[in-house]
């Protein structure tokens, strides 16, 4: 289905617009930032917070990495408690999956993994791979969002296509 070298890809990839979505929301106010523009975690920032919080509960399930804060999705939202909490996380936590990636070896995809799901409020079993492919659908979409929210905020995030990525 995918391979390491995919993963480490993604990762890179995710780096680059985390780091694109911050430059341009950094030039918001708190306010604007926090401002329910519709989306389902309602604000850019709550986005921001949930898509966090996400990365590190998968990253916890793949690699042991510590759980984060928080016992249901509602509460992502307000996972970090101001701008910069957000972005030092962020940052590092995009540190933390690119060295799993590095680390990672094509039969670390083969498998099962077995986890309790507080989405779904029981034990869940699934290939790796799907769940690691999850695991980057998941930011993309909600990338995705925040993209369409910072535009319409009159901020310029950069260009998403992968393609793209500085090497």
């Known amino acids: 289905m995918i391979t390491a070298d995919f993963t480490r890809t993604m990762a890179r990839y995710a ?10 929301a950094d030039g918001l106010t708190d306010a604007a930032r926090w401002q329910d523009r519709g989306a389902f975690f309602g604000s850019i920032f709550g986005t921001l917070n949930h898509l966090l919080w996400g990365d590190q509960v998968w990253l916890h399930r793949f690699a042991g990495t510590p759980k984060p804060a928080g016992k249901t999705i509602a509460d992502t939202v307000r996972a970090t408690p101001d701008w910069p909490s957000f972005t030092a996380a962020r940052r590092d936590h995009d540190a933390r999956i690119a060295d799993w990636a590095a680390a990672l070896t094509d039969a670390d995809l083969a498998g099962d993994l077995t986890w309790y799901s507080g989405a ?3 034990e869940v079993t699934k290939p790796k791979a799907l769940l690691v492919t999850h695991f980057f659908n998941h930011q993309t979409h909600h990338r995705g969002q925040i993209h369409a929210m910072l535009t319409a905020a009159g901020a310029a995030p950069d260009d998403t296509d992968l393609f793209l990525i500085p090497e």
């Not at 780096?15 to 341009?24: D, E, F, L």
């Open 15 to 24: 780096a680059w617009q985390n780091a694109s979505q911050i430059a341009a």
């Open 120 to 122: 779904v409020q029981r």
